[in-house]
């Protein structure tokens, strides 16, 4: 995929603002997409995912801003000129015509000619494995055979920009996951650069090349998935995608390359100025609300019986054995605290044997690596509930 990829935007977003009545559906998204990426739109519900896509395939005009498909504006372009198709939330086949008469719907309508039509069918079929059902009819097929006749109907198109509007909600999840799969190969088989609408983040990571997380119609970061995972930009996206631990930074100061953080459970930490996100490096001696948090997968867990008394680089928690999850590849080690939040832990089997002899009480410690740790602006307003 990355081959594909060119330096020039195929499509460019500058400002976008959507208001209907006094709800601002979507405020200021700017975003340069790729030719040849799979782009997904990751957003909790009622975020604008849905109002975005509509205004790039042209069913919904922009209150403001602009928008270009291969450096032409289109702002204001009607759907059916623009070299983009779209396939919608609840795939909607014909329910009175084959699979072949649904795929070659379009391209009669466009006056495309009957041979033509033939083999731009077979191809589109072809792409998406329904060849040996041309002749069936949409009550004949599975979710999933009806959810790629939709794929064929808008591949046949040739468009420049595939729009998929929760192309994978209606599945159930062992088909969704299947087709996931299915989707990428799509789209590495036919070069298309697909933009992706869901609101599941696994399925976001996944499949795309990029991902923006948009909340409350603004754009809050667009990265790689590992660098959402890695580098998210501030406490909302830092719990979207995955989960965190998070604890409110009370004074946060610069002390040569470092910032010095005063966290009331934790003690002083210092971290490495470079390391911090912008947003808090500007704010670092002005006290801008912020958290520090690390994930389950940083935390370790040992009996504290077993744990040397001697001083570690660690960030360290005591508390007691709660619930051990079971979840295949590992398990949800829980750490309780009395009256303080518990602490979760992602722990693979063969640090589990010692754990699991013990009874639910026993006590414990739970270990952080200062290197794990992440320093976020919280956006008190926004997301009070992350800051415990
Ligand atoms: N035609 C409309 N008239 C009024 N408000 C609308 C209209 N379309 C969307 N909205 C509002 O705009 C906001 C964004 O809606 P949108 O459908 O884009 O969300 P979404 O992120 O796709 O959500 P979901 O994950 O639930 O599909 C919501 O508050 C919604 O109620
Ligand atoms: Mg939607």
């Known amino acids: 995929m990355i081959s594909l990829i060119t330096p020039e935007p195929i499509l460019s977003l500058t400002n976008i603002g959507k208001s209907f009545g006094n709800v601002d559906a979507l405020d200021g998204v700017s975003v340069d997409i790729r030719e040849g990426e799979i782009f997904a739109l990751l957003g909790p519900s009622g975020c604008g995912k849905s109002t975005l896509l509509r205004i790039i395939s042209g069913f919904e005009t922009p209150t403001r801003g602009e928008l ?205 100025m470079d390391a911090l996100p912008s947003g808090v490096r500007a704010g670092a001696q002005t006290d801008v609300p912020a958290i520090i948090a690390f994930r389950p997968e940083s935390v370790a867990v040992s009996l504290a019986a077993d744990s040397p008394s001697t001083a570690s680089n660690d960030i360290v928690l005591p508390g007691v054995l709660g619930d051990i999850a079971f979840q295949g590849q590992h398990s949800i080690v829980e750490v309780t605290r009395g009256n303080r939040p518990s602490v979760t832990a992602t722990i693979n089997h063969s640090s589990l044997a010692s754990l699991q002899q013990q009874p639910i009480g026993t006590p414990v410690i739970a270990r952080c690596a200062r290197a794990d740790l992440m320093l976020l602006p919280a956006e008190l307003g926004h997301d009070t509930e992350q800051a415990q």
């Open 68 to 272: 270009k498909l291969d450096g032409q504006d289109m702002t204001r372009t009607p759907p059916n000129k623009r070299p983009v198709n779209m396939v919608f939330q609840s795939y909607a086949v014909f329910p009175h015509m084959s699979v072949a008469d649904n795929v070659a719907y379009g391209l009669k309508m466009e006056g495309v000619g009957s041979d033509d039509i033939q083999h731009r069918v077979d191809t589109a079929l072809s792409q998406v494995h329904l060849e040996d059902f041309k002749h069936r009819m949409p009550d004949q097929l599975s979710g999933g055979q009806k959810q790629r006749v939709a794929l064929a109907r808008a591949l046949v198109k040739k468009p420049r920009v595939l729009l998929l509007d929760e192309p994978l909600s209606a599945l159930d999840a062992k088909l969704r996951d299947a087709m996931r799969l299915e989707l990428v190969k799509l789209q590495e088989t036919v070069g298309v650069t697909f933009i992706i609408v869901t609101h599941d983040q696994s399925e976001a990571l996944a499949m795309a090349d990029r991902v923006a997380v948009l909340e409350s119609g603004r754009l809050r970061q667009v990265d790689t998935p590992s660098g959402l995972y890695q580098r998210p930009v501030d406490a909302f996206v830092a719990d979207f995608i995955g989960r965190v631990h998070s604890f409110t930074a009370l004074h946060i100061e610069h002390a040569n390359a470092e910032a010095v953080v005063q966290v009331a459970e934790l003690g002083e930490i210092r971290l490495a």
